[in-house]
């Protein structure tokens, strides 16, 4: 099961307040329990006498030799804090840290927490959408965040703007001075077993450093549906650097310092009601190749567009009547009239297969593949019609 990273709860008071008048209920830590006192104590006591007669064994062994009970100290080896070497983790976090922010967010009676990072001098900061909407909760105009920087200073935030089809959004803090940008790298240029860090807020911990590898590229993963059937699903970065709720918004880099991905998602063994999820070494990170063109067109003020077939799509392996389980592609169910596809040529019942150079699998690996190109550009889209493969070009249309 893959799941968006919730954002995560703000973390509890050291020390609750006095007044009772809270909207949400503290988290409370467990009380330990009458047993584990209980055997904590009596370790205590086994401990300490077996400490007792340690020490009259070795009194009499020695005969009393040890002068005024002095020991020799021990010893310490003290190299000194060596700087951090070039392209180390701890050379990429020290880089990196000042540009990672934690953002915490409110808004219609619920509270969250995730990451984010700064990307001008000016204050701009992106993050995921789902941070910003507490994962669809809240509208983002009612969004009241706060950003919290390395040096310790804070800021209020406001939205400049989201786009729920590729989970980004961008926020922005004024008056505040001296911000280190990330520097932007390109997504294209990894490669599997590559190594990369993951810096962001889990569970509100924050300036926390993770690191890892790519596992795999390109991998679909669809991470929400809305009511009008829009889908949220990307070509992701899979690494096993631990990704937790709050990561999310945090950045991917590369040993260079520069980002790669914007952390969104991980896969789960599932949970329990009302518990989170945690790491299992399955997260996945938007590239930054796919989204540099909806954060420009959110920078600019512009309704983000994508690029569209303009087809309703089921997975071709499992379709009804069908008996190949090695069937594989996504299977064309509506053709919209004027659309890229029809356009085209393609028909209901076409199952396409690749696009490019890219193999489809099943129904999210289309959309996500589809969702990494920009409209306008031209593809080839290899289908099958019956037992018969061809392929025909077509340039792709807009949502916008």
Known sequence: MTQVLPPAPPPPPLFPPA??????????????????VLVL???LLVGGGAGVGGAAIYDAATDGSASNGRTTPLQVAD???????????????AA?????VALDVSGGGASGSGSGVVLDADGLILTNDHVVTLGGEIDADQAEVTASFSDGTKARATVVGTDPLTDTALVKVEGVDNLTPITIGKSSNLDVGEQVVAIGSPFGLDATVTSGIVSALDRPVQVARDANGN????PAIQTDAAINPGNSGGPLV????????INASIRSTGS???TESGSIGLGFAIPIDEVLPIIEQLRNDEKPTHARLGIQVSNAAGTAGSSDTTASGAKIEETEKGSAAADAGLKAGDVITAIDDHRIE???????????YRPGETVKITYLRGDKESSTDLELGSDG
């Open 19 to 36: 007044s009772p008048e809270r909207s949400l209920p503290p988290t409370r830590r467990p009380k330990r329990s009458g047993f584990a």
């Open 41 to 43: 104590t009596g370790a």
């Open 79 to 93: 190299t000194g804090d060596q700087p951090a070497s070039s392209g180390s983790v701890e050379g990429v976090a």
């Open 96 to 100: 990196v840290l000042p540009s990672v």
């Open 231 to 234: 889908v949220t699903a990307y």
């Open 254 to 261: 590369n040993m260079d310092g520069q980002l790669v991905g």
């Open 272 to 274: 329990g009601a009302g």
């Open 362 to 372: 099943d129904s999210d690996g289309l959309i996500a593949t589809v969702r990494s």
